[in-house]
């Protein structure tokens, strides 16, 4: 799958480099500000599971 997307950007490798970058920033920012506030609601992370025991 990377082999496919190195060999399908343009440009020398340099250019290649900087616009794979560009894109995996892109993909961390749309996940941080899209899709895990969206399925944040959907997890138990209220639900503890470390109590006092009585």
Same mark, same amino acid.
């Given at each position: ?7 399908? =950007?343009?440009?020398? @490798? ?6 794979? =970058?560009?894109?995996?920033?892109? @993909? ?9 506030? @969206? ?5 138990? =992370? %209220?639900?503890?599971?470390?109590? %006092?025991?009585?």
């Amino acid at each position: 799958m990377y082999g496919w997307i190195w060999r399908h =950007l343009p440009g020398p @490798a340099l250019v290649r480099a900087l616009i794979l =970058l560009v894109l995996v920033a892109a @993909a961390v920012l749309l996940l941080f500000e899209v899709v895990f506030p @969206a399925v944040a609601p959907l997890l138990p =992370l %209220d639900e503890n599971t470390v109590g %006092d025991g009585s």
